[in-house]
Structures are given as C-alpha cells and as structure tokens.
C-alpha cells in the first residue's frame, strides 16, 4: 500500500527499532501520560454530570418546580387547577398545604416539613411513588391522620409502620388553663428513601384533609397549587406570569430557583471550573510530546541530515515529526477515551462496593443531597475531551518539527 515517505518515515520512528528502544519508550510515556489526563477528565466530568442530573432528576422531581399561593387559604382549587393547565408549559398541577414543626416519640425530636397532598394528584407532579419503601401514599386517607416520613427521620425516631407519632406544631392554643402548643398524634403509614438526606430527613406526607384540620380550615381549604412543568427551567418566569394572570394583587409564586437554585448553580460552576484545571492537566500530558519530540530530533539529525542530502524538502521533514507527534497523541486519545468511558460507566458501582467493602460511606447525605456517587457519560463530553485533546497534541507536535526542519546537514554530519 502506498503511504508517503514523511508518514511511513514518521510512524516508523514510534516503534522500537534496534538502537531506537529509548525513542519508542519515551513515545510510549507520553502516550500514557495523554491516556491517563484523558481517562481523569472523562471520569471527572461524568460524576459532575450525575450529580447535575440527580439533582434535576430525583431532588427536583421531589420539591415543587414552582407554586402559586395567596395570604388565605383557597377554597375552590379545582377551578384554578383548571386555570392553570391552560398554560401549555405546564405539565400536571396538584393542591398542597404545608407546616413546619416537630416529630416526636419516645423523647426523641426530629423537625420535618409537614406536607399535606392528594395522593392520586401528588403522583402527577412527584417522583415519590418511586422511592416508597414500605407502605403506599394510597394510604393517606381523609381523617386517619396518616403520615409517610423518610427512612432518616424514621432511624431516628426509632418508628416503623403502624407506630404513632406526635407533630408539635409552632403554634399555642390559649385555654383558661393557659397556652398550649398545638400537638397531633399521627400513625406511621409509609416509609421512603430518596437518597437525599435533605428529604429523607427533613419530610414528612399527610393528607390535605387531616392537615386542614389541624389549621382549623374547612375540609377541602389547601395552601396553594403546586406545578410542575415540561422543562423546569420554565418554572421562574412562567409561574410568574401565571400569578399575574391570576390576580396580582391575590397571587405570587415561588420557584424552585429559591429553595434550590443555589445548590444547582454551584454544581454547574463547579462543573466548569473542574473541567477547566482538567484540561489543563490533559494540556500538561500533551505538551510532553515536545520534550518527546526534541529528544527524537536529536538523536535522528544524521538521519534528517542524509534525507536532505537525499533531497527532502524543509516541509518533508516537519511533515515527519508532526506525523510522529500526531500519532502519539491519537493513540494516546483513543487509549483514555475507551478507558475513560468503562471507568466512567462503572465508577458508582466500583466505589458503593469500596464502601461495603471498607465500612465507610464517602458521601454523607448530612453533607452532600445524595449519599451515593452518580456518573453519566455524556457524548459531546467525551467529544470535547478528545478533540481538545487531539488539537493540544498537534500544537505540540509544531516546536520540534519546525526545529527540525532548520537541521543543517553539514553540521549534523560533522561528528557522525
């Protein structure tokens, strides 16, 4: 097959040949060294990917997208459902009604955000169906005053399915007797886990009905409309507008930008600023492949000097040490994009079986919103690390070339 001189000269000089064992092995560690940056930012910036999509997924797909409220409880929330949905960015609309206060059993105290919903509505707009452990929401009927916690809340009240608890809500009733804090029995019905300890701490489900109750509303009063929509990133304004169109005056929405949108920007900024000092890890790797190619220059400037007196041009002989630095860094590129693509498939479950095996969870759901390592590949992640990776190493490859091209063949044939 014909290849031209500078290419079959150029990838010749990567392989060991005879004397040439020390200009294959350094060729080989640059190669590994632009391997393992690639390998390094493609698994980096996929657990930076998981957590940007367990965050808009699983966190996001628990708190509402956005709601719309009024300073009195509304009365007839079906019609403005109906209102509502006539947005065509909304996706499902369900009633809610929430307070904050205090579980307690047994002398142990836990706060949690107690959130009244419909259970065939909540379905529409939560995720939380998904993540029952014990128990269904079905089971959150009117008057029983059913309450559903999560897996943390329940370790540490030390309760389970059909065990009672208290709630002490943050307001007195005024007897003759005194002032007392408003306090309700519950019974356990359900248990969930959705790996954010945030919710699985802190969240407690009853039914809009019993929690009415216990506000001293009528039977079928809520707080407000919860929304979600096709793309969450529509929430800030568009419910906005909704509450406009509702009543100015009545009406105000809140979005998830408020309770959430704080954790989600620093992970996208921190998802920037990662992949940059990567890249300049992996730019680290590539440019040894000047130091490679100088090295080579050197010892090959008998070699150069005889293909100029031969007649190969001043561009011939660049054209060869760019070759040789080029597929240096190709073959060091694909190396580190298939590694770094396993890696990144199978690093969840490599390092939940390092925490079985060692006995220690690396992420603490009282630290981080999940207490497992998520990874998703992301393809125009895989090919901006490639392509800036392969355009670091042709950069590289320019220095020594053109260095090589200046060779003279008298000089270098004087000592040879």
Same mark, same amino acid.
């Given at each position: ?20 064992? #020390? ?75 929430? &307070? ?18 419909? /259970? ?14 014990? *128990? !269904? +929401?079905?089971?959150?009927?009117? =008057?029983?005053?059913?309450?559903? $916690?999560?897996?943390?809340? %329940? ?11 208290? #709630? ?13 804090? @408003? ?27 019993? +929690? ?14 919860? +929304? !979600? ?12 507008? $909704?509450?406009?169109?509702? =009543? ?32 300049? &890890? ?6 040894? $492949? ?9 010892? !090959? ?6 293909? @100029? ?5 001043? *561009? ?12 240096? *860094?190709?073959?060091?590129?694909? $190396? ?12 969840? %479950? ?10 220690? !969870? ?20 895989? +090919? ?15 220095? /020594?070339?053109? @260095?090589?091209? @200046?060779?003279? /063949? ?7």
């Amino acid at each position: 097959m014909f290849r031209p001189l500078f290419v079959f000269i150029g990838t010749r000089y990567t392989r060991a040949k005879r004397r040439n064992h #020390f200009v294959s092995f350094i060729s080989l560690t640059s190669m590994i060294g632009l391997a393992l940056g690639v390998v390094v930012m493609i698994v980096v910036l996929s657990v930076m990917n998981g957590f940007d999509h367990e965050m808009r997924t699983r966190v996001l797909g628990m708190v509402p997208h956005a709601t719309i409220e009024t300073g009195e409880p509304i009365s007839d929330w079906q019609s403005l459902a109906t209102k509502v949905k006539q947005n065509p960015k909304v996706l499902a609309v369900a009633p809610f009604t929430q &307070i904050q206060g205090l579980l307690t059993n047994d002398g142990k105290v836990q706060k949690v955000l107690l959130n009244a919903i419909d /259970p065939t509505q909540e379905r529409t707009v939560s995720i939380i169906d998904n993540f029952m452990q014990q *128990g !269904k +929401l079905d089971d959150l009927s009117p =008057g029983s005053f059913g309450i559903v $916690i999560g897996d943390r809340a %329940a370790a540490k009240l030390g309760v389970g399915i059909g065990d009672k608890l208290t #709630f002490v809500a943050p307001e007195v009733t005024v007897t003759p007797a005194g002032m007392f804090p @408003r306090m309700k029995r519950f019974t356990v019905v359900g248990v969930f886990h959705v790996g954010a300890g945030e919710i699985d701490g802190f969240l407690g489900l009853t039914n809009l009905t019993d +929690l009415a109750r216990l506000h001293r509303w009528k039977p079928d009063q809520v707080q407000g409309l919860r +929304l !979600k929509f096709n793309d969450l990133f529509d929430a800030p304004r568009t419910s906005w507008e $909704i509450a406009q169109h509702l =009543g100015e005056s009545q009406f105000y929405a809140r979005d998830w930008t408020r309770t959430h949108g704080n954790l989600y920007q620093a992970i996208r900024m921190e998802k920037a600023m990662i992949g940059l000092l990567l890249l300049l &890890i992996v730019a680290v790797a590539a440019f040894n $492949i000047i130091s490679t190619l100088v090295m080579v220059v050197n010892d !090959k400037k008998g070699d150069i000097a005889i293909l @100029r007196t031969l007649g190969a041009t001043p *561009g011939q002989i660049m054209a060869i040490f760019m070759v040789q630095g080029t597929v240096i *860094g190709v073959v060091g590129t694909l $190396i580190g994009t298939v590694v770094g693509i396993f890696a990144a498939l199978n690093v969840s %479950a490599a390092i939940a079986a390092l925490e079985t095996l060692i006995g220690h !969870k690396f992420l603490n759901a009282d630290v981080y919103f999940i207490d497992y390592l998520p990874s998703q590949v992301q393809s125009q992640d895989v +090919l901006m690390i490639g392509g800036a990776a392969l355009v670091l190493s042709f950069l590289a490859t320019l220095y /020594p070339a053109w @260095r090589a091209a @200046r060779t003279q /063949p008298a000089q270098a044939l004087r000592y040879e």
